[in-house]
Antibody
Framework: QITLKESGPTLVKPTQTLTLTCTLS??????????VAWIRQPPGKALEWLAL???????RYSPSLRSRLTITKDTSRNQVVLTMTNMDPVDTATYYC???????????WGQGTMVTVSS | EIVLTQSPGTLSLSPGERATLSCRAT???????LAWYQQKPGQAPRLLIY???NRATGIPDRFSGSGSGTDFTLTISRLEPEDFAMYYC??????????FGQGTKVEIK
């Protein structure tokens, strides 16, 4: 069974850097074609795609957030890490990670982790 | 960036009725890489359809997707009580960002 689980702080202060970890189970980041994407959803609003990293370390970012995002992977730990700098209250959202294979949509999602940005 | 517009914003129907949801893109979606997701309150999205018309694993056949280019449709042939939820389309072709629509809420009439 393949699962993904997000972890990280539930509360960050404005201007701080957010670091989120997605831990994969039953799925290897070294498998050809495998990727992990990050998506967020502010309360009561639509989904927003943020970033993605593939097995070969190819990285893609949302152009509007590119300057604030960094996505990396640790294949030995089977984890993907997303960092977002200069957090603002508008970044308050549930953050999801999801598996995405080449040519396929994001088919397996984590449960999400809620992050609140407040002083 | 491809912008996806979903309509209607809310669809009020009764169980057993047919639901037709629309997703329109501002430019052609590469390889018809268009997906539909269902989301219930407090839950992560669930993939229903990928490649515009392919049902994901375990998805009942009352869900079907169609369309190509810039116009796509999700049809639920006969609504079951568990189908009342939020639905999002997403394009994942060509270059990122792989944008989502703003969603259609299917509610009980």
């Amino acid at each position: 069974q393949i699962t993904l689980k997000e972890s990280g702080p539930t509360l960050v202060k404005p201007t701080q850097t957010l670091t989120l970890t997605c831990t994969l189970s039953g799925l290897s980041l070294s498998t050809s074609g495998v990727g992990v994407a990050w998506i967020r959803q502010p309360p009561g609003k639509a989904l927003e795609w943020l970033a993605l990293i593939y097995w070969d370390d190819d990285k893609r970012y949302s152009p509007s957030l590119r300057s604030r995002l960094t996505i990396t992977k640790d294949t030995s730990r089977n984890q993907v890490v997303l960092t977002m700098t200069n957090m603002d209250p508008v970044d308050t959202a549930t953050y999801y990670c999801a598996r995405k294979r080449l040519g396929y949509a994001s088919d397996i999602w984590g449960q999400g982790t809620m992050v609140t940005v407040s002083s | 960036e491809i912008v996806l517009t979903q309509s209607p914003g809310t669809l009020s129907l009764s169980p057993g009725e047919r639901a037709t949801l629309s997703c329109r893109a501002t430019q052609s979606v590469s390889s018809n890489y268009l997906a539909w997701y269902q989301q219930k309150p407090g839950q992560a999205p669930r993939l229903l359809i990928y490649g515009a018309s392919n049902r994901a694993t375990g998805i009942p056949d009352r869900f079907s997707g169609s369309g190509s280019g810039t116009d796509f449709t999700l049809t639920i042939s006969r609504l079951e009580p568990e189908d009342f939820a939020m639905y999002y389309c997403q394009q994942y072709g060509s270059s990122p960002p792989w944008t989502f629509g703003q969603g259609t809420k299917v509610e009980i009439k």
